[in-house]
């Protein structure tokens, strides 16, 4: 049986729709000050979504805070059947406190397979980012991610953080991770990527680190783990903006990540 989209681009419109009945839904509500979701109604609305399988939430430049994603996040542990969710918060006010009551909220959703989850440019911290993939950790049947955590400030312990908590996902074939413009340096792309080797599922690998301050040594480093991912059929690396001898380093990251026999497709971006 086809399942039927609902395509929503005024918030009215989705609170006075048939909530129960949803299955596939699409809302795009970016720009709107939505603000707290409490008040606007949309988390209660959700919450009544109960068979909910697949949702495409476009939040972003709302000026959504911390207070305003713990609503949302309990709204969405309420769909519980949910297997593919894409949520756009990109552009908001969403700190340490919004990212981990997320994380927390998303492992309830235990039947994800498929998460694209977006905090582009938030105001989002070292803890915060650590917390926010221990929780996602608990989506043991994910086997799809997409984490975009770009231009926040999560520096080398969140990096190392993330890491740690990333080795949890065992499940996983597909891994695209942006943190570019995180203050990150060699200490955090070692902890970033010192698991890799226990993903022995990961055949699709995208790696996003530009404007952070890897430097030549993290690059190798970088190359070193990823040289250890043998499963890996194609891998993405963009690093530009780290200050790194580009033909150099260029040449032995090359070199590490080419040993693994199943790569069918390499691409790596220094500039």
Known sequence: ??????????????????L???QVVHITLGGNQIG???????????????????????LNYNQINNEGVSGLGY????CTNLSNLILDLGYNQIGQSGASSLGSALAICVNLSNLK?????????????????SGLANCTNLSNLTLNLDYNYIGD????GLGLALTKYINLSNLTLNLEGNQIGVIGVSGLVF???????????????????IGDEGTLRLGSALANCTNLQKLTIIIDQNKINQ???QLKVKSKCLKSKRLVVFEINFQ
Do not use: P, W
């Open 1 to 18: 049986m086809i399942q039927q989209i609902k395509y929503y681009k005024k918030l009215q419109d989705f609170l006075n729709s048939s």
């Open 20 to 22: 129960y009945s949803h």
């Open 36 to 58: 707290s979701i409490g008040d606007s109604g949309l988390g209660s609305a959700l919450v009544n979504c109960t068979n909910l399988l697949n949702l495409t939430l476009r």
């Open 75 to 78: 709204a969405l542990a309420k």
């Open 117 to 133: 989850l977006s905090l582009s440019c938030n105001e989002i911290d070292a803890v915060g980012a650590s917390r926010l993939g």
């Open 157 to 160: 312990e969140g990096a190392s």
């Open 195 to 213: 698991g890799l080797e226990n993903y022995t599922n990961l055949s699709n690998f995208t790696l996003i680190l530009s404007d952070n301050q």
């Open 247 to 249: 033909q150099q380093q």
